[in-house]
């Protein structure tokens, strides 16, 4: 089964800074995705990449995928405390047809000092 | 738009009793998953659904059964609580390829 390592752990940045999460995959995946999760509720869809090498961007967040489709970084810029939360990678369990749902990384904590 | 909604939102059990979580969807998705998310562990796929009166078992299903005899619902039922299945559980739906969407999550507590 796929397994997503998401980098670091937790992140303290002070509010202004820019950052990046990482999320790394032991296998090529076919199908990328970025959620943001405010403690206590549920998930936010934010991105999802297909193609190597694509990147995409929202407001102050851009995600973007490697070449070999291993690899995915999102990077906040200019962190603002509306940032603050858990940040959850996920992937498609299997090539193609999305029945079986996503396997998620364990999340990257997120908290912005003001 | 409602979109995922879960209920209850909060259930405190105790050990060996029964109790199911529901999830409906007004997006008209033919897949259907249920997750639990514990701390340090990210989020696991119990079981889920691919239409209307099919199931699958996903990473961690022991413990656990579903039943989607309506498109739109997607019970998820725990026949003997016990205290490790004690954990915050998301319903997520979706169309085919593309995002899930999730819903605000049911937090279990089993004593």
């Known amino acids: 089964s796929q397994e997503l390592e998401q980098s670091p752990q937790s992140l303290i940045v002070q509010e202004g800074k820019n950052l990046t999460i990482n999320c790394t995959s032991s296998?090529?995946?076919?199908?990328l995705y970025w959620y943001k999760q405010k403690y206590g509720e549920g998930l936010i869809f934010l991105m999802m990449l297909q193609k190597g090498g694509e990147e995409k961007s929202h407001e102050k967040i851009t995600a973007k995928l490697d070449e070999k489709k291993q690899q995915s970084s999102l990077h906040i810029t200019a962190s603002q405390p509306s940032h603050a939360g858990i940040y959850l990678c996920?992937?498609?369990?299997?090539?193609?047809?999305?029945?079986?749902?996503?396997?998620f990384g364990k999340g990257t904590h997120l908290i912005i000092q003001p | 738009n409602a979109g995922v909604t879960q209920t209850p939102k909060f259930r405190v059990l105790k050990t060996g009793q029964s109790m199911t979580l529901l999830c409906a969807q007004d997006m008209n998705h033919e897949y259907m998953y249920w997750y639990r998310q514990d701390p340090g562990m990210g989020l696991r796929l119990i079981h889920y659904?691919?239409?209307?009166?099919?199931?699958a078992k996903g990473e961690v299903p022991d413990g656990y059964n579903v039943s989607r005899l309506k498109k739109q619902n997607f019970l998820l039922g725990l026949e003997s609580a016990a205290p490790s299945q004690t954990s915050v559980y998301f319903c997520?739906?979706?169309?085919?390829?593309?995002?899930?969407?999730f819903g605000e999550g049911s937090r279990l507590t089993v004593l």
């Open positions: 659904s691919v239409g209307e009166g099919t199931t």
């Open positions: 997520a739906s979706r169309l085919g390829t593309g995002e899930l969407f």
């Open positions: 296998k090529t995946l076919y199908g």
């Open positions: 996920g992937a498609d369990r299997l090539s193609g047809g999305g029945a079986d749902g996503l396997t």
